[in-house]
């Protein structure tokens, strides 16, 4: 008894009542998207998504129960074994696994089934944590690097044949913990200037001038300077891969990219080229969220979600009912609330002596952002829709699940901070 008296005293608190917050907001809005007027329906009704919704959520609760019981050095030392296991399943999915929404990412049986690929963000977190917080461990490394690189490019793989190109991409949030954790920012700055040039290339049809462009650059940082032998060569050559790189993005829109991701790049680019096919999502999304005004139409009176013109708008489009029935001002509060997870989740991060739950607190802190950030960018046309949930909104229990194992294993870690400090 006193061990859980003391676990209900450090938990932290704060991060919990946003969660909870999160989460009720979340089923509130899901209601408002299946409402319908002319129908009986109740929210403790299971054939009704709400309901469905609101039985993941009793469930969650069951999870974190668990999860507060369990001794926390359980989830270090069986890190490698989690990892393995869903490695398995993520193995097993494209094989046995059943396609919903186009994608092939569910086990179950009937109309039960999980997502592998969403529990295996937790596991690839505590997996990291456990690498690179171990004795000796140094980020500058190469070996190190190609370890740590190869830890989270294996589940890419595996959720990349599931067609389920959006989750694998959550994967690449990690280079923000490995940047923290010492990892060189050229690194980061190589990728922003390729993902800089690869949407150059995409606004500017003409390749001649970025050639162009380029050669100039080249030659004046080679004029004013040193012009030494090594100097030269590294301007000239850097100057000849970013000009193939230019050339090579033309072939991976057409021949790596699938049709339909070919299409939502293209439509990000320019939305009304194809505003009945490829840009109708985020045209609609974003007539929905401007039509809220700034305190919006009012709860289970938005037009846009009642007629279903936003597709997929209880999962990857929720935020468009908060902009549309809440406004300007409900938007800036969900915004506000998880903008203060993830301040928590860095304060709880850098409150650690633990190595291993600072770096797990990181991880943790970088998957919910991905997910926030490109989420609700998708949904107003700053990113290509790429089908990621809105962490505690979308609808669906291996989100809620996942997440909600994510933050509260980080909790339990939390909580025992100075008694890992003491065994210290």
Not at 186 to 206: D, Q, R, S
Request: glycine share 8%; aromatic share 14%.
């Amino acid at each position: 008894m006193k061990r859980s008296e003391n676990i209900s005293v450090s938990l932290d608190w704060p991060t919990v009542g946003l969660y909870m917050a999160l989460v009720l907001m979340g089923l509130i809005n899901i209601y408002a998207v299946v409402f319908d007027e002319g129908a009986a329906q109740s929210i403790f009704n299971t054939d009704f998504s709400p309901g469905r919704q609101l039985g993941f959520i009793i469930a969650s609760f069951f999870i974190i129960m668990a999860i507060v019981i369990i001794d926390m050095r359980f989830y270090e030392t069986f890190a490698y074994v989690f990892y393995g296991i869903i490695m398995v399943l993520l193995f097993l999915v494209p094989i046995i696994g059943k396609e919903v929404g186009g994608n092939k990412a569910w086990l179950g049986v009937g109309s039960f089934g999980v997502q592998p690929s969403e529990f295996a963000k937790f596991v690839v977190a505590l997996v990291v944590a456990k690498y690179v917080g171990s004795v000796g461990f140094r980020m500058d490394n190469l070996r190190n690097q190609a370890t740590v690189f190869g830890i989270i490019a294996i589940p890419m793989a595996l959720i990349l044949l599931q067609k389920d190109t959006g989750t694998a991409l959550v994967f690449t949030s990690f280079i923000l913990v490995f940047f923290r954790e010492g990892m060189s920012p050229f690194l980061m700055v190589i990728g922003i200037c390729a993902a800089a040039i690869f949407i150059l290339t995409l606004l500017i049809p003409n390749h001649l001038y970025l050639h162009a462009a380029v050669a100039i650059t080249v030659i004046f940082l080679i004029f004013f300077g040193k012009k030494t032998l090594r100097r030269i060569s590294l301007f000239v050559v850097g100057g000849l891969i970013i000009m193939a790189s230019i050339q090579s993005v033309d072939y991976v829109i057409n021949n790596v990219l699938k049709p339909h991701q070919r299409d939502r790049v293209r439509a990000l680019i320019d939305p009304d080229a194809d505003p009945l096919g490829a840009g109708w999502n985020v045209t609609q999304s974003k007539i929905a969220i401007g039509s809220g005004g700034f305190l919006g139409k009012g709860f289970l009176k938005g037009t846009q979600t009642k007629y279903d013109f936003v597709p997929e708008q209880k999962t990857d489009f929720i935020f468009c009912t908060i902009g549309e029935e809440h406004g300007w001002l409900g938007s800036l509060i969900v915004v506000g609330l998880f903008v203060a997870l993830l301040l928590r989740i860095i304060f709880i991060a850098e409150r650690q002596k633990n190595k291993f739950t600072r770096i797990y607190a990181y991880s943790v802190a970088s998957i919910f952002f991905f997910h926030f950030a490109v989420n609700i960018g998708m949904t107003i046309g700053l990113f290509p829709v790429i089908g990621i949930p809105l962490p505690f909104f979308s609808y669906g229990g291996s989100s809620l699940w996942a997440f909600t194992i994510l933050l509260f294993i980080l909790l339990k870690l939390d909580a025992h901070r100075m008694q890992v400090l003491q065994r210290v």
